[in-house]
């Protein structure tokens, strides 16, 4: 007797309680800045793009669905000349993101990529890059080390001596 | 003989030291500075390990395993603690001033830094202060130099300066403020620079032209490849991506190219990647027969239909090639039927090749492979510039020279591995090596003699010595002198080629090492070895030696009216026909077909032009200069409409029904019905594994098992993955799946070993340091020896023919240059801008003579033209002989042996000297 009454009024309780259910997509839920979703290439504080094409997270994804090519620009800095991603593989695990030594790629809080064309879910470099630092406002790579490029000569990174003179003698 | 390390009992060889012996018994122990070809130093302090007196011993005292001989029952320990720290303490001083820059460094993913970093454990950076910076240098468009990345193991010195006979780069300054480059910014001198991009053990030394389109090693597709620059046959790596081939590194065979290779091989490949390459079947305009007309681009369908109505039923004339592959050569002379096959060779290479084939069926002396001519101690070389011709055999020699130290060492009781030791002790003591050659050579500087002498006294100097062998007296004191140095060798080697185009030199040679054969009885080793022109000179050689009386091209150039068409595979025959006889051939009514992978002036005048895949996308044999036969795979699937020249010969033969290839339709059947054709072509089936090859029930995979991409490469195309291209020719696989462990040597496309990312993970596939692959042990070496000599001695009654020179005549030589000389490589950027301009050479006397000096333009003159080439002036060269630049398209037209005038070329001007803000530039040549 006193269990059936104890589930009615817990049957009635949840008639006045706060609903679980979140009315998708009317209402959007609560995202955290470090949610796996759709994924972006950064630039640096300077406007350029972040990513270096090393190729880390190419080789880092288990799906492999990362393809790039590197070039040079002018100032002597590598770039992607072209960076793919093929959003209909990949499994949003983050861990490119975890790879990348430039903070270029990044996993923004975005889940909806609903295309009725699976062709449309291939990311070019135009369609990744975003222009923003993301979650990381004050990296630059080449600022901090890297080779020498137009724009820092040798020792002008981060805790680096002026070139060594080879022909002096001096102790 | 027993050593312990760390309780496990190891079998070792005498001799050896114990980095050699751990890594021989499969040990990780870390190393830097130690190479296998170059020896042990003991200067990077990497390969610590604790060295007990005996079992009692608990202590220890620590050791380098490369300094330190093995005696027996040594008791060692690599995982003892206080050797495991030292380790990463070595470690970590060498990082102290190593950049940031993994992300843009070309070494990543392949460094041997990178490895033993992580093998020994190091990971936090516990130093603050400032790293040390260097100021790069531009070491030419071969060579891309990072010193900040440097660890000071001294490995690019000892094999730029020691090991490759170098003198352009080296240390500067001490202490912590050692840097390695040269005395100022220029192009690295030496052929065999691309060597430091493996030597190097970080970053420092990079392949620049792959950094160009750079891709990591995981994601590059190889394949077992040879090299197709000379006749030596070595064996590369070539690497690809995206439909581009990315770089080509070396691939280890210890009987031809070891370690090593020379820089056209490692950079000449870029041509395949060029925009000159042909993609599509070009059919001239109806009927037109001029050399400017265009040609309509056609399917391969109609261009097969096209040739097979030209060839089918009518008269038809083949033309082979010696860069082209033995089992396209063969298809083509079964195709248009053996007595109207002309190898393709020039009339004098061909006689050369002859001669060079004739003496290794018979000789009595021993027909070295590379690794035997690196045990020669005394060396003499008639007629050729090695360095230029066949460099990788130039690189042999020059460890032969030191032989001499291995001899002072060994009294001494000094193991050859001590390098810094032997060096010291034989200071500049090298091994005798006697030079008689037309002009200068680059390894003139090693030779304890040099004697310039015209091609056909270089023949006769060769019978004199070897009439003073046989006991005559000679008035040259020079004669006695070689005739004294080979007598008292115990393993000499002597060396010629084909580079003179001289049958004269080849076969005086070979009656020297007989008579010096016969003068030391059986007892001891003459080597007697030949230089070729190109990749298959010798394939083809052999495939027409037995012929009795061989088409020749000059001949087949004066019966071209009387066939209907002619079939030309892979050759530019501008390089060996003279513009008369082109005329012949391009001008009268008969059809003219090439096959080729590169716009040429011959391609121009066909009629019909099919594009051909290169070696790096095609498959087939190569029989290189000592014979032996040796396979390329494809590393990628050709592009547009390029097929491999054996697939449009069988195409063709297929469309025309021909009987004799009926029941050919894969390579593996056209390899055996060529091994069947002729007896001295046995073996080929055993050249290396056919398509039916399974390891584990898997192909040998072209990819690494960590190659990226796969989903996206073509999803810019469609983003439905296509299938993996199959292979059912070869025995490997355009996959990732699959074991690259311990095939057959001749299938080894990549080396990779867990823990070693570098190409130092080669030891994993060695049988033991510096000796055969695992595969060759297991199955059959790389490659098969096609000739076996009957040892019956060769009958020569050598007359020397000696041409006739008017006076104020010279008699003009072919000189090779190692980039520019050879027709394909000089289609790559980099190789075109070393090549620099076509050239004639002179001695000083000449030069002065005629009133120019270097660089200053000359007027060549023979019987019917006139060619401006730019002076170099020569530090020795035979009487009434100047050179000229061989393969250059300005000197195409010039032939060796003709006899021209020299003037200097009065509308030459000297260039505007401009300064630009670099400092001054010379502007023009």
């Given amino acids: 007797m006193l269990s059936q009454l104890r589930s009615i009024w817990e049957i009635l309780k949840h008639s006045v309680s706060k609903l679980d259910t979140v009315q998708y997509p009317e209402q959007k839920p609560y995202l955290a800045p470090r949610y796996r979703g759709r994924i972006v290439l950064t630039r640096d504080p300077d406007g350029e793009e972040r990513c270096v094409a090393c190729n880390l997270c190419a080789a880092v994804c288990p799906v492999d669905c990362i393809a790039l090519q590197k070039d040079t620009r002018e100032d002597g800095t590598w770039y992607p000349e072209f960076f793919r991603i093929n959003f209909s593989r990949c499994i949003m695990c983050g861990m490119c993101e975890e790879a990348c030594p430039t903070y270029a790629i990044q996993l923004t809080p975005d889940f909806e990529m609903c295309e009725y064309d699976r062709q449309n879910m291939v990311y070019e470099k135009e369609n990744l890059l975003i222009n923003g630092v993301g979650k990381y406002p004050d990296y630059n790579f080449y600022r901090v080390s890297g080779m020498q490029t137009a724009f820092k000569d040798k020792g002008q990174a981060q805790n680096e001596a002026e070139p060594i003179d080879t022909k002096s003698l001096l102790p | ?925």
């Fill in chain 2, 1 to 925: 003989m027993i050593i312990f390390v760390d309780g496990q009992e190891i079998e070792v060889k005498q001799g050896e030291n114990v980095l050699e012996a751990c890594l021989n018994a499969g040990l990780d122990l870390p190393y830097f500075c130690w190479h296998p070809a170059m020896g042990s130093i003991g200067s990077c302090r990497q390969c610590a390990l604790v060295q007990y007196q005996n079992p009692e011993d608990t202590r220890g005292r620590i050791v380098m395993g490369c300094m330190t001989q093995v005696t027996d029952g040594a008791r060692f320990s690599l995982n003892a603690q206080n050797a495991t720290e030292f380790r990463e303490a070595v470690v970590e001083s060498l990082m102290l001033n190593h950049p940031h820059d993994c992300p843009v460094c070309a070494e990543g993913g392949e460094c041997h830094l990178q490895d033993m970093t992580v093998m020994v454990g190091h990971r936090d950076r516990r130093y603050t202060g400032k790293k040390n910076t260097h100021r790069n240098q531009y070491l030419g468009p071969l060579i891309q130099h990072e010193m900040n990345r440097c660890i000071t193991c001294y490995r690019c010195e000892r094999y730029y300066r020691d090991y490759a006979g170098g003198s352009d780069l080296g240390a500067q300054a001490s202490r912590d403020h050692v840097y390695f480059g040269r005395h100022q910014e220029g192009v690295l001198e030496s052929e065999f620079s691309g060597n430091l991009v493996e030597v190097c053990p970080t970053g420092v030394f990079t392949d620049k032209p792959f950094l160009k389109h750079y891709s990591r090693k995981w994601d590059l597709q190889s394949a077992p490849s040879i090299c197709s620059g000379c006749g030596v046959g070595c064996n590369i790596s070539p690497g690809e991506r995206y439909g581009k081939l990315k770089r080509v590194h070396n691939r280890y065979n210890h009987e031809v190219n070891g370690y090593f290779l020379c820089d056209r091989g490692r950079f000449g490949s870029g041509y395949i990647n060029s925009d000159q390459r042909l993609d599509y079947s070009g059919l001239k305009g109806a009927g037109l027969k001029s050399a400017d007309a265009t040609f309509a681009a056609v399917h391969q369908s109609q261009a097969i239909e096209t040739a097979a109505g030209w060839l089918q039923g009518k008269k038809v004339l083949g033309i082979g090639s010696p860069r082209a592959s033995l089992e396209s050569n063969y298809l083509l002379r079964e195709l248009v039927g053996r007595s109207n096959f002309s190898s393709g060779f020039s009339d004098a290479e061909a006689a050369v090749v002859r001669s060079i084939i004739n003496i290794q069926k018979t000789t009595v002396a021993t027909n070295p492979t590379i690794k035997q001519m690196e045990s020669a101690d005394a060396i003499l070389i008639l007629g050729e510039d090695i360095t230029n011709t066949a460099p990788r055999v130039a690189l042999a020699l020059r460890q032969a020279l030191r032989n001499k130290s291995f001899e002072l060492a060994e009294q001494l009781g000094l193991p050859e591995w001590q390098d810094a030791a032997v060096r010291n002790l034989a200071q500049d003591q090298l091994s005798p090596m006697v030079i008689v050659s037309a002009m200068d050579s680059r390894l003139d500087d090693v030779a304890s003699q040099l004697i310039s002498l015209s091609p056909a006294a270089i023949a006769d100097f060769s019978c004199a010595v070897t009439a003073s062998l046989q006991g005559q007296e000679s008035d040259d004191k020079r004669v006695q002198q070689v005739a004294n140095m080979l007598s008292a060798a115990k393993r000499p080697l002597i060396i010629s080629g084909s580079s003179m185009l001289s049958a004269n030199i080849v076969d005086s040679a070979a009656c020297l090492a007989e008579a010096l054969q016969a003068h030391k009885q059986a007892a001891q080793e003459v080597m007697l070895s030949f230089c070729v022109p190109e990749a298959n000179s010798m394939g083809l050689g052999l495939l027409v030696n037995e012929d009795k009386r061989p088409l020749r091209l000059s001949r087949l150039a004066k019966k071209i009216d009387t066939v209907d068409a002619v079939l030309i595979l892979e050759n530019d025959l501008e390089r060996r026909l003279s513009q008369s006889e082109l005329d012949l051939i391009f001008s009268g009514k008969t059809r003219v077909i090439s096959m080729d992978l590169l716009e040429n002036n011959t391609l121009a005048r066909s009629d019909l032009v099919l594009p051909v895949a290169s070696y790096a996308e095609s498959q087939g044999t190569l029989v290189n200069a000592e014979s032996r036969a040796q396979r390329h795979y494809p590393v990628f699937e050709p592009a547009a409409e390029r097929l491999c020249s054996w697939q449009w010969l069988l195409q063709l033969a297929a469309v025309m029904e021909h009987k004799k290839l009926a029941g050919i339709a894969h390579f593996d059947q056209i390899v055996e019905a060529c091994s069947k054709s002729q007896p001295i072509f046995a073996d080929l089936t055993a050249v290396a594994p056919d398509h039916s090859f399974r390891d584990r029930g898997l192909k040998v995979p072209r990819q690494t098992h960590r190659y990226s991409g796969r989903t996206a490469i073509n999803a810019d195309v469609s983003v439905h993955e296509p299938p993996q291209p199959t292979d059912c020719e070869t025995p490997l696989a355009y996959s990732m799946e699959g074991l690259n462990r311990d095939q057959p040597a001749s299938l080894i496309p990549y080396v990779w070993s867990p823990g070693w990312n570098s190409n130092q993970s080669l030891q994993k596939f060695q049988a033991e340091v510096n000796g055969p692959l695992k595969g060759a042990l297991k199955h059959s070496g790389a490659g098969q020896r096609l000739i076996k000599s009957t040892q019956q001695g060769l009958e020569y009654k050598l007359k020397v023919t000696h041409p006739r020179m008017q006076k104020g005549r010279w008699q003009l030589l072919p000189m090779h240059r190692v980039h520019g000389s050879e027709e394909l490589s000089a289609y790559t950027d980099e190789i075109a801008e070393l090549a620099a301009q076509a050239f004639v050479a002179l001695g000083e006397t000449v030069a002065e003579k005629l009133g120019v000096a270097e660089g200053e333009m000359v007027v060549v003159s023979t019987a019917d033209q006139e060619i401006s080439l730019q002076v170099k002036v020569l530090s020795r060269v035979a009487k009434n002989c100047v050179g000229f630049s061989v393969g250059y398209d300005k000197t195409k037209s010039l032939r060796a042996g003709d006899s021209v005038a020299l003037r200097r070329d009065k509308s030459w001007q000297p260039p505007q000297v401009i300064a630009t803000d670099r400092g001054v530039a010379s502007n023009g040549c």
